[in-house]
């Protein structure tokens, strides 16, 4: 494993991190304490040190199953979560950025993580007129200074979202998570020289586009009624699958696996410091890890 510094927070994180949206049940299966257990058992042992999840991944239900994993070893992980949505149900959420709310959630998150402090607190994918209300960033320092929180991030969206990304530091952020991948580009132009200006750590988020990027599936492919991709536009979906095949036949070099060059991929941006892939077993964060292998040692935040 290779590590980086996340930005001006001086958190040393492996390049490859454990996004667990699919622990809240809506990628098309539910998980067992002992499946999660293996999961980020399997991380910990190949260096993975990050763990992203959020309030609304299940009713904290994601949380909940890594908690039952980090307390028994807390310093050895890096642990970020978001605020900002209820979950009402699959695909369903409220939105709830006030004050209490943030409270209320992070008192939430604690109880289901099993710790005392959260890593990296990130506000989950506001709107501006949510983003930019100072009271919530006044409430927010005061979390970090009484121990609560270490560090404060923005869960941007969408991924052109300069508005937010060039008040990070004014609000007291130190990271930004942003959807970035093969196929979806966009913050190259303006979020990312705005997050490498500020000496902003950033967790590329959907690295391999829904598993797209893994080279599993082919246009036409279909998913089960409870998994994400399902409520998707197939014919959106199945114009991304194409393009997949053209990166497949043109880029991808021979002998290595899709998911592993994908990862890599979004490694090489010197703005990137960290990966969040999903993974369903311990054979994928093997497979996910092995990108830090194809990772530049001599990147500008390497640690």
């Known amino acids: 494993m290779k590590y980086r ?3 001006k927070s001086g958190l040393r994180v492996s390049v490859v991190g454990v996004g667990t949206w699919q622990f809240g049940g809506e990628w098309g299966r539910l998980y067992t304490p002992n499946e999660a257990d293996a999961i980020l058992g399997e991380a910990n042992t190949l260096g993975i040190n990050l763990i992203d999840t959020a309030e609304c991944y299940g009713d904290h239900t994601s949380e909940q199953l890594i908690g039952n994993v980090v307390r028994h070893h807390r310093s050895e992980w890096l642990v970020a979560t978001k605020f900002g949505h209820h979950f009402k149900g699959h695909l369903d959420r409220s939105r709830h950025f006030a004050v209490a709310d943030m409270r209320q959630q992070l008192d939430d998150s604690l109880r289901a993580l099993r710790t005392d402090y959260i890593d990296l607190y990130q506000i989950h994918s506001p709107e501006d007129s949510e983003f930019f209300v100072d009271e919530l960033w006044t409430a927010l320092q005061a979390v970090v200074k009484a121990g609560k929180v270490r560090h404060i991030g923005i869960s941007v969206s969408p991924n052109t979202n300069i508005t937010q990304t060039d008040a990070a530091t004014a609000v007291g952020a130190d990271a930004m998570q942003i959807i970035y991948n093969r196929l979806s ?6 979020v990312f020289p705005s997050c490498q200006r500020q000496n902003l ?4 988020r959907i690295p391999l586009a829904s598993g797209y990027l893994s080279g599993k599936y082919q246009p036409g ?7 994400v991709r ?13 393009e997949v095949q053209e990166i497949s036949k043109n880029e991808v070099p021979r002998g290595t696996p899709m998911a592993t060059w994908a990862l890599a991929w979004c490694l090489q941006h010197p703005a990137v410091t960290c990966v969040i892939p999903g993974c369903k ?4 964060v093997r497979m996910n890890a092995s990108a830090a292998e194809l990772a530049a040692a001599d990147h500008p935040q390497a640690a």
């Open 201 to 204: 750590g950033v967790l590329a």
């Open 281 to 284: 077993d311990p054979d994928q």
């Open 5 to 7: 510094t996340l930005g």
């Open 185 to 190: 580009r966009q913050c190259e132009e303006k």
């Open 221 to 227: 492919a279909t998913f089960p009624p409870n998994d």
């Open 230 to 242: 399902a409520s998707r536009k197939p014919e959106e979906e199945d114009q991304k699958l194409r």
